[in-house]
């Protein structure tokens, strides 16, 4: 972080340990994966002329920022807006998590872009972000995606322009949506005008009741379009097809039900069944490619 005062205590010894950190820049978007060796306390006066997004993959950690104190765990992510005054995290040894630059011009053009008028007042951003369902869930996977290719060879497809450049579009109007700001309701209303009616109601069909045994062309039908139409408005507005829409969808339920279930009661087997995945080891890959950990440690808490 670009700080006008820094203070760093790094506990027990006297400097700061990284295990880790590998990182790419996508324009705009800096993003990276860090990990503290030894438990860590940061403190400085603001956090710079950017945007700050922390987001944990293990463990949790405390902050301060804008006079709301935060404890912030894998389902949650810090906002921390420039010109915010003084910022305080302290984070336990071993914590890990993903951190993410955003430069705020560039926010603020994507902002008016996709609002459709001038931005008139710099939009207010609230500092947690919840990423347990909705956009915050969508966004936090899509962060999950750009890190596993961070892992991969040095040759990964963010270092090429033609991958970095929308994908940093994508991250940043992902934030947007994912965030609550002064903004929001500008912002949701004119996305929401801007997708094809026959998308609207396959999302509310699909988010009323995922279990229902739903093919593409039962939801066509349902949509007033043809199967072919459905697939490619879903393509080009979702990002995906209608039927892996779906399927993330019932991951998304099957992951809090596991998260509110009692380990000596449930099992991952039952759950996974009750919403259409029939298959245990295919659940259970596809559960940890999206949330990062497999089923049974979420049971089990």
């Not at 934030?175 to 396959?202: C, D, E, K, W, Y």
């Not at 379009?225 to 892996?244: C, D, E, F, I």
Request: overall charge neutral; charged content about 20%.
């Amino acid at each position: 972080m670009l700080v006008n005062s820094l203070t760093i205590e790094s506990m027990p010894q006297d400097e700061v340990t990284v295990s880790t950190y590998r990182f790419a820049d996508l324009g705009p978007v800096h993003i990276g994966e860090v990990t503290f060796q030894d438990e860590l306390r940061l403190e400085c006066e603001d956090v710079g002329t950017d945007f700050y997004v922390q987001l944990p993959i293990s463990g949790r950690f405390e902050s301060r920022h804008r006079g709301v104190d935060m404890l912030v765990s894998r389902t949650s992510l810090a906002v921390y807006q420039p010109g915010g005054g003084s910022f305080f995290s302290r984070w336990p040894a071993d914590y890990r998590a993903l951190c993410i630059r955003i430069d705020a011009p560039a926010l603020e053009t994507a902002m008016a872009r996709l609002i459709g008028d001038r931005v008139l007042n710099r939009a207010s951003f609230d500092p947690i972000i919840d990423t347990a369902d909705g956009y915050g869930r969508g966004w936090a996977d899509l962060l999950y995606s750009v890190n596993r290719q961070l892992a991969t060879a040095p040759d990964n497809l963010l270092t090429q322009p033609l991958v970095a450049a929308p994908l940093a579009e994508s991250v940043i109007n992902g934030f947007l949506l994912a965030a609550t700001h002064s903004h929001t309701g500008a912002l949701v209303t004119s996305v929401a005008a801007a997708r094809p009616a026959a998308i609207r109601t396959a999302i509310d069909v699909i988010e009323a009741d995922p279990r229902a045994p739903l093919t593409l062309s039962v939801l066509a039908e349902l949509c007033g379009v043809n199967a072919r139409t459905l697939q490619k408005a879903s393509q080009q507005h979702l990002g995906m097809s209608p039927m892996q829409y779906l399927r993330d969808v019932r991951l998304r339920r099957a992951h809090e039900e596991l998260r509110a279930a009692d380990p000596y009661v449930a099992s991952v087997a039952s759950v996974a069944r009750r919403w259409g995945f029939a298959h245990p080891g295919r659940f259970a890959a596809a559960y940890e490619a999206k949330f990062g950990q497999k089923p049974l440690r979420t049971l089990r808490g």
